[in-house]
T-cell receptor
Framework: KQEVTQIPAALSVPEGENLVLNCSFT??????LQWFRQDPGKGLTSLLL?????REQTSGRLNASLDKSSGRSTLYIAASQPGDSATYLC?????????????FGGGTRVLVKP | NAGVTQTPKFRILKIGQSMTLQCTQD?????MYWYRQDPGMGLKLIYY???????DKGEVPNGYNVSRSTTEDFPLRLELAAPSQTSVYFC????????????FGPGTRLTVL
């Protein structure tokens, strides 16, 4: 059974510092990995989608890497801003016999202090 | 495209009442999902569907029912509401196999008193 872990559970940084968020998964036979952002009381917004054949994806200040062999993904957010404060979740899609669906990590709650 | 829409946004139920949470997507996605998220907790999969007429249980299906008569709609039915069903409910759809990106609705906040 796939398990996804995000460490740390919470992170506080001063504005301008780079953010590094970690995601690990136990079964490397994944189809893709997706990073989401969730603001308090809101739904999930897709940030980046990395296919299993890719090693990284970039969007603006966001860069996500994927290392399937070691079961890890890292989300980098450059030059953090207070507006980046949110919970960030990673999820993997694996084509297991249990059904085609995402397995989510518990999330990292980020606070960027002005 | 409106994406994934959910109604209602908020609802308060009394114990034993029933209701249907509505979910519609306009992206022609075959895959649709219902999750619940309790305060400070992660997402738990309730039910999912890989196409019209096909549904399957997730991690926490007890107390819920679903149907999928069209590609666009995936309603979630709560029968005999209980306080343990107080939660935020999210519907999502996925364009698997391509593009295999998941999109979420804004959520329905349900309180059972």
């Amino acid at each position: 059974k796939q398990e996804v872990t995000q460490i740390p559970a919470a992170l506080s940084v001063p504005e301008g510092e780079n953010l590094v968020l970690n995601c690990s998964f136990t079964d490397s036979a994944i189809y893709n990995l997706q990073w989401f952002r969730q603001d308090p009381g809101k739904g999930l917004t897709s940030l980046l989608l990395i296919q299993s054949s890719q090693r990284e994806q970039t969007s603006g200040r966001l860069n996500a890497s994927l290392d399937k062999s070691s079961g890890r993904s890292t989300l980098y957010i450059a030059a953090s801003q207070p507006g980046d404060s949110a919970t960030y979740l990673c999820a993997v899609w694996d084509l297991s016999a249990a059904g085609n669906k995402l397995t989510f990590g518990g999330g990292t709650r980020v606070l960027v202090k002005p | 495209n409106a994406g994934v829409t959910q109604t209602p946004k908020f609802r308060i139920l009394k114990i034993g009442q029933s209701m249907t949470l509505q979910c519609t997507q306009d992206m022609n996605h075959n895959y649709m999902y219902w999750y619940r998220q309790d305060p400070g907790m992660g997402l738990k999969l309730i039910y999912y569907s890989v196409g019209a007429g096909i549904t399957d249980k997730g991690e926490v299906p007890n107390g819920y029912n679903v149907s999928r008569s069209t590609t666009e709609d995936f309603p979630l039915r709560l029968e005999l509401a209980a306080p343990s069903q107080t939660s935020v409910y999210f519907c999502a759809s996925n364009g698997f196999p391509s593009p295999n990106e998941q999109f979420f609705g804004p959520g329905t906040r349900l309180t059972v008193l």
